[in-house]
């Protein structure tokens, strides 16, 4: 990814981003948790097989081919409940992929791209902490997906 002028994201910040909230206050905080904890649904497994860029954020991503139902129904239900408690979900669409790279400059060829399973059996709550080095997040609340 140097070679591109992109930043590499640590491995222990790959997350998929089911629902972007934005800043949350402590309200707002608490009533996303009592949203996702009234949430049911299936787990379900990601096979994440294809490389991507998008060159607004300059963001090298690797994600599915195809979104399983299971996990457009979650990420559906999800954005219901925290409408009903009076927040504003980002309306895009639930598009499940991890971040990579970021600032990357020329993304070159991608070529073919080895499926790599990613389980889903939980979702959480996180918040990301701006640093010098980049994002931490910090997991607030987690809750249990049934057995796909």
Known sequence: MQASGGKPVP?????ITL???GNLDA???AAAREAAAGVRSKGFSLALDRLGFW???RLVWLGPS???EAGRILAAMLVTALRVRGLTPDAQSFFPHVTLARKVS???EFGRTPMIPWP???FVLARSIMR???SEYRVLASWSLAAG
């Open 55 to 57: 060159p607004g954020p």
């Open 19 to 21: 629902v972007f909230l």
């Open 66 to 68: 195809e979104v399983p």
């Open 106 to 108: 020329k993304p070159g």
């Open 132 to 134: 010098p080095s980049g």
């Open 120 to 122: 889903v059996e939980e």
């Open 11 to 15: 491995p222990e910040n790959f997350h």
């Open 27 to 29: 309200a707002a905080a």
